[in-house]
């Protein structure tokens, strides 16, 4: 049974998507089967890890709409037991499309439950807001990585984002927790990194991860080829910082 993890931040520009591919893509290297599921209409994963920005048909979209089976929708990348179930910009209505469909908070769950046992770990992609979508996401994972980029603003909306997770384990999704948060973009040259990494630490303790993603060109270039940092450049020093991730996050899950 896959454990189901969420990359969330309401925040656009945190480093989600990053996350999202690149641990998927080591999890996949420790020989794990991953599925991951892009549910931001911006497509970003799902361009991410595909070289010529094929058009997916069907797509997640198409998946939650119940005009498709999920089976159908999900496709293989160039990496050996990594597979992706896509989105497009399809998927820009479906939050008000969901509106008036019953159970609209559970879709996503219903959806993942026919594939789960095919996969060691689903790794859940969001977009950038605290909508019905994250809603979903937040309904249907174990639990959550929070991508904190070590900048200015950083620790802004963070509590409100805890209050939703805690909402959502009240109401819809008791079993949910937050597996880590990651600091990201860090440069532990300046002052401003360490500050926020040590505000995060007083905050959150050792749910913070000890690993953090340092700035890294190669991180930013891989998706332009459609490839995770695995197979672009996995001895950059952004590559290297995601497998030790990748190591952190077996560790708390398989403990
Ligand atoms: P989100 O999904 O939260 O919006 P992304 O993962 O898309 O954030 O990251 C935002 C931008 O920053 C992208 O252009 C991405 O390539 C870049 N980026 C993310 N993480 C890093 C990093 N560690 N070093 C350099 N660039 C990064
Ligand atoms: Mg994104």
């Known amino acids: 049974m896959a454990k189901i993890i ?20 080591f999890l996949a290297k420790h020989s794990r ?7 931001d209409s ?6 991410g890890l595909s070289m010529e920005r094929r058009h997916f048909d069907p797509d997640i979209y198409d998946v939650m709409m119940g005009n498709a089976p999920v089976e159908e929708a999900i496709v293989d990348t160039d990496m050996k037991r990594l597979f992706l179930l896509p989105a497009s910009m399809n998927l820009a209505g479906a939050e008000i499309e969901m509106v008036g469909m019953e ?15 095919k996969y060691d770990y689903i790794i859940i992609d969001c977009p950038p807001a605290l909508g019905l979508m994250t ?11 929070i991508p904190i ?6 620790l802004e909306g963070l509590s409100q984002l805890v209050k939703t997770i805690h909402a959502v384990t009240k109401n819809l ?20 990194s360490v500050q926020v990494r040590d505000e995060v630490e007083s905050y959150f303790g050792d749910t913070v991860f000890k690993t953090v993603i340092p700035r890294s060109v190669k991180l930013s270039e891989a998706p332009g080829f459609g ?5 672009y450049a996995p001895k950059s020093k952004g590559g290297v910082a995601y497998k030790k991730l990748s190591r952190e996050v077996l560790k708390r899950v398989e403990k």
């Open 6 to 25: 969420g990359i969330i931040n309401q925040k656009g520009g945190v480093g989600k998507t990053t996350t999202a591919v690149n641990l998927s893509a």
């Open 173 to 192: 999704n008791p079993d949910l927790d937050i597996l880590g948060i990651l600091l990201t973009m860090y440069d532990g040259r300046t002052n401003l």
């Open 33 to 39: 089967r991953v599925l991951i599921v892009d549910t």
């Open 42 to 47: 911006q497509g970003n994963a799902t361009s």
């Open 103 to 117: 159970n609209r908070e559970t879709i996503l769950k219903r959806i993942l439950s026919q594939v789960r046992d």
């Open 149 to 154: 980029q070590a900048e200015f603003y950083a």
């Open 227 to 231: 490839q995770p940092i695995t197979l």
């Open 135 to 145: 809603l979903n996401v937040l309904t249907a994972a174990d639990s959550v990585i």
